[in-house]
């Protein structure tokens, strides 16, 4: 009987611990960037990563330059930059010498060519 008691206790315990003040304290409040554009979420990435070799005229191999939205938007759907810039490949790296690029902004890059390629 003792430990049926305890038992019931415990859960009771247990049930009244997990409270919460509100509903909004168990909802995530990170705000979500509803739709990738290349002028307010790519070009800063490319500008700050990408230009230094992919200017006009490129430099240092680079096969074009990415200083417009077409330049980017032409490599993103026919000259493979999202694998370039995915790669982890050490004699592929983007940008040239590496370090490869943070994931969160080659996810910004593919959420574009998701979201549509969208200019602005």
């Known amino acids: 009987m003792k430990k049926l008691t305890l038992i019931i206790s415990c859960l009771f315990i247990v049930a009244n611990s997990c409270t919460s003040t509100s509903e909004e304290d168990l909802i995530d409040a990170t705000p979500i960037i509803e739709n990738i554009t290349y002028v307010n979420d790519v070009k800063p990435i490319i500008d700050n990563n990408c230009i230094s070799c992919h200017n006009n005229p490129p430099v240092n191999g680079a096969p074009m330059p990415l200083l417009t939205y077409e330049d980017v938007k032409n490599a993103v759907e026919n000259?493979?930059?999202?694998?370039?810039?995915?790669?982890?490949?050490?004699?592929?790296?983007?940008?040239?010498?590496?370090?490869?690029?943070?994931?969160?902004?080659?996810?910004?890059?593919?959420?574009?060519?998701?979201?549509?390629?969208?200019?602005?």
């Open 79 to 120: 000259r493979g930059l999202i694998s370039r810039i995915s790669s982890e490949d050490t004699g592929f790296l983007m940008p040239f010498g590496g370090p490869r690029l943070p994931q969160n902004l080659i996810d910004i890059v593919i959420q574009w060519e998701t979201d549509g390629l969208l200019e602005e």
